[in-house]
């Protein structure tokens, strides 16, 4: 389980990409980069999820270095549904799943 | 994806009184599940993890005799949080997660005031 630190807050408008970078310089061998996103009042949801390298799905990007000591979210073209927080966890099966402060992402029209 | 149920979604209680949380996870069997409390515009600070049919883990600071955490099966978990009191009001979340698996799934939320 590795401590994660992220932006506290980022502004976008609609249209445009948006990436948070997250660092986890003492990831471990068996460690895992999953996404979460949360709205407010309501738990969070799983985005995405890799190990290395780069890992696309209908919602995100993720982005992950050789080394594995950060990782970048990518949304593409953000809309304003699309404000929420997200958080990055780094950690293995087995971890507990604790979460730093997240990210919080404002998209403005 | 995997679905997690939780229930109340929200729940008014009065001093002294206790509630009980129901977490469910639907299509899969949920070997971990975590409980969290989360404050306003706060991150979610884990209160306690429990596996299937073991005592809860408890995180340090958090009152086992408090928030007690049942974890009788591999579909529900159940947090009762006892004589509460208004300092207890918070957003309460479950989170499930399937043997050897990294994603974890969460509930929607129980929102508790004391009043």
């Known amino acids: 389980l590795a401590k994660t630190t992220q932006p506290i807050s980022m502004d976008s408008y609609e249209g445009q990409e948006v990436n948070i970078t997250c660092s986890h310089n003492?990831?471990?061998?068996?460690?895992?980069i999953t996404w979460y996103q949360q709205f407010p009042s309501q738990g969070p949801r799983f985005i995405i999820q890799?190990?290395?390298t780069k890992v696309t799905n209908e919602v995100a990007s993720l982005f992950i270095p050789a080394d594995r000591k950060s990782s970048t979210l990518s949304l593409p073209r953000v809309s304003l549904s699309d404000t929420a927080v997200y958080y990055c966890?780094?950690?293995?099966?087995?971890?507990?799943?604790?979460f730093g402060g997240g990210t919080r992402v404002l998209v403005k029209p | 994806g995997a679905v997690v149920s939780q229930h109340p979604s929200w729940v008014i209680c009065k001093s002294g009184t206790s509630v009980k949380i129901e977490c469910r996870s639907l299509?899969?069997?949920?070997?971990?599940m975590f409980w969290y409390r989360q404050f306003p515009k706060q991150s979610l600070m884990l209160m306690a993890t429990?596996?299937?049919?073991?005592?809860?883990?408890?995180e340090q600071g958090v009152e086992k005799d408090k928030f007690l955490i049942n974890h009788a099966s591999l579909t529900l978990s159940t947090l009762t949080v006892t004589s509460a009191h208004p300092e207890d009001s918070s957003f309460y979340i479950c989170?499930?997660?399937?043997?050897?698996?990294?994603?974890?799934?969460f509930g929607q939320g129980t929102r508790l005031t004391v009043v």
């Open positions: 989170s499930a997660r399937q043997g050897t698996g990294t994603e974890a799934f």
């Open positions: 003492n990831i471990a061998t068996n460690d895992y």
């Open positions: 890799g190990y290395k």
């Open positions: 966890f780094a950690g293995a099966a087995g971890n507990k799943l604790t």
């Open positions: 299509d899969f069997q949920a070997t971990t």
């Open positions: 429990s596996n299937e049919g073991s005592k809860a883990t408890y």
